[in-house]
């Protein structure tokens, strides 16, 4: 289990379907994620199921809940295995609810990752797949020291790569 200054990382279980729900159902948290929409209680229970499947790939990959001293879920985050344009690729993913933004957790948990990849996984960098607009998000990989290598697009939306290498 990963351990930062003040975030906890554990897999998901079906006792955090309820936390999970409350992310997916934001219209904020999810707007710059995916094509953006909130998920109705079927799409929140696929979405449990492939985080269930990327723990499948091992080496600690896919989101985990973070969890705050006061004992409390705040987001997720995780080393998460993207394909882009065909090649495989690791992304620094990571969404804080709503009313804990603003608080650094979302670097925090970016920057306990980086370490992870860099010490325990065999690539050679990691991505983060971020809309423009997404201006908090963007700051998070800047600290990391990713920089644009290019845009795409995903679900009908542009997204910019951010990369780093390891």
Not at 8 to 17: A, E, G, L, N
Request: hydrophobic content about 40%; overall charge positive.
């Amino acid at each position: 289990m990963l351990h930062t200054t003040r975030l906890t990382f554990r897999p998901y279980c079906d006792d955090d379907f309820p936390f999970l729900q409350s992310l997916l159902q934001d219209p904020e948290v999810v707007r710059f994620i995916g094509d953006g929409s909130v998920k109705d209680d079927k799409a929140s229970n696929a979405f449990l199921q492939w985080i269930y499947d990327t723990y499948k790939y091992g080496n600690g990959l896919g989101l985990h809940v973070l969890i705050n001293k006061q004992n409390e879920r705040v987001g997720h985050a995780g080393l998460v295995p993207q394909t882009v344009e065909g090649k495989s690729e690791i992304e620094i993913g990571y969404w804080i609810a709503k009313n804990h933004w603003g608080k650094g957790y979302a670097t925090e948990a970016a920057q306990a990752l980086f370490a992870f990849a860099r010490k325990n996984m065999k690539v050679d960098r990691v991505i983060s797949l971020i809309q423009h607009e997404n201006t908090a998000s963007c700051n998070v990989a800047k600290k990391l020291m990713m920089k644009v290598e290019k845009e795409i697009i995903l679900k009908d939306k542009v997204v910019c790569v951010y990369s780093v290498q390891l």
